[in-house]
């Protein structure tokens, strides 16, 4: 459903950035920095543009399909 989708997109954008603050990565704006370790995506699912929080939603769509093409299935 919508609503589960919903909750599993969130619970694995604050799961991603548990992640990578976890190993010392920061907030930093403009584009990702691997040196310095910033990441302008290390905010609240709240501040996420609609667009980004899109793209947690649709690998979570994608997971079915590649769990099938490896034999498995949901």
């Given amino acids: 459903?919508?609503?589960?989708?919903?909750?599993?997109?969130?619970?694995e954008h604050e799961r991603w950035f548990a992640d990578l603050r976890a190993d010392g990565w920061t907030y930093?704006?403009?584009?990702?920095?691997?040196?310095?370790?910033t990441h302008p995506l290390?905010?609240?699912w709240e501040h996420?543009?609609?667009a980004e929080q899109e793209k947690d939603r649709d690998a979570l769509r994608a997971?079915?399909?590649m769990l099938?093409?490896?034999?498995?299935r949901i």
Wanted: glycine letters at 8%; hydrophobic letters at 40%.
């Fill in 1 to 11: 459903s919508d609503e589960v989708l919903e909750h599993l997109a969130i619970e």
């Fill in 28 to 37: 930093g704006p403009g584009v990702k920095d691997p040196i310095a370790k």
């Fill in 42 to 44: 290390l905010v609240s």
């Fill in 48 to 50: 996420l543009s609609p």
């Fill in 63 to 65: 997971i079915p399909q």
């Fill in 68 to 72: 099938a093409d490896v034999g498995y």
